[in-house]
């Protein structure tokens, strides 16, 4: 009896360790297959993304090489009036067609796909006032590039670039909005297919005319422009003529009511990505004002011509997450997966998402311009290392956003921001639906 006794105590540990390794088991799989699902909704978005970025970097990679051949002033002014000129209008557009990511995601994770429509034309209009009080830059930028220390011959000859790329800078306000309106319901293979389109139109352009003709940075700067209006042309047909039917009901008033809070949002994410932006291009602008040479401001354009090309791929992760976090949010889910392919990108697409675009304006204020600026010209001048003192300053100032935003993005409370994105697109739709009836 006594020996019974004993065993009893051990047979029903046995059980229930085993209960718990089947419940460990049973969690495992779980976190498995919703991590396989969750892979494949962000390939969704993130796959057409990279491609689409890729593509569309590429036409002034393609521009920038062709122009190689012909002189190093030809080269350095291209590369300066896209790699400086057109890259600060870049960013502050795209930072502002960025609040769509938002909108539209939240939007419809809500199921308020009526709304998509109307956020979209609200961005046109926006960012058409944005680009307009932008056009200084280019019809100024002789006299300001020459105030910044570049080589006069340089500053002028990218001067007359950037006045015709303003067709280009135009194509912005349209392209930007309709790529993340597409985006944020998930329909972005055709982005892909009209990004495609515009390289190889773009590649075979600026083969013929290379091969057959001498047009000079002028005729290179116009193929740019005409590359980037195919694709606007492509998904502003796909988007109006039958392929968002469920998002686009045609143009209405209501685009022109709740600008203000539209353009504070737009405004902030502005700020947050030109401030990113921007801060590779600081870089071609000190190197020329610290007594640089021309060929040293080729090479650092390349490097950072270069760097942005592989960038593309984790900012098509940005996309991605920015759109995952947007739907799951709108539609009241906290439950969302980080998936870390590259982390700064990933943190930024978070925010994105999750409508913080004024935090992270002041963490990209600090970590670039306090910090990275500020390093990369001291080991440049001081500590002898040139051009790449400047690169390892910007490093640097990456390396204190990212730890930043990581702890913004651990701390916060997922739950509570669900419930506050579910509510705020509810009650935005029914506010835009009762200014429209009255």
Known sequence: MEEHSNKRP?????????????????????LVQRTWTEVKKIWKVAGPSI????????????????AGHLNDTDLAAISIATTVITSITFGFLLGM????????????GAKQYHMLGIYLQRSWVVLLIGSILLLPLFIFATPILKLTGQPEVVAELAG???????????????QFSLVRFLQGQLKTSVIG???????????????FFAKYYTIGVVGAAIML????????????????????????????MEAFSGLWDFFKLSAASSVMLALESFYYRVLVIVAGSLGNTAVDIDALSICITSYGWEIMIPYGFLAATGVRVANELGAGNAKVTVLLSCIQPVFT???????????????????????????GVILEQFFGLGIKGLWTGMLSGTVVQTLTLAIITIRCQWDKQAKEAYSRVVKQAISDQSSCDT
């Open 97 to 108: 067609a960025s609040a769509l990511e938002t909108l539209c995601g939240q939007a419809y």
């Open 193 to 207: 297919w009209v990004s495609g389109l515009a390289l190889v139109i773009h590649l075979l352009l600026n083969w």
């Open 10 to 30: 051990l047979l029903l540990s046995t059980s229930e360790d085993h209960q718990q390794v089947s419940v460990s088991e049973h969690e495992l799989v779980s």
């Open 225 to 252: 422009d005409f590359s980037w209006w195919v694709s606007v042309l492509g998904l502003f047909l796909y988007a109006v003529c039958g392929g968002c039917r469920e998002s686009w009901y045609g143009f209405s």
């Open 160 to 174: 007359t670039v950037a006045v015709w790329l303003i067709p280009m800078h135009m194509s912005f306000v349209f």
């Open 51 to 66: 491609f689409s970025r890729l593509s569309l970097y590429s036409l002034a990679v393609i521009t920038q090489s062709f």
């Open 349 to 375: 697409g978070v925010a994105l998402g999750c409508g913080w675009q004024s935090q992270v304006a002041i963490v990209n204020l600090g970590s670039y311009y306090v910090v990275g600026v500020p390093l």
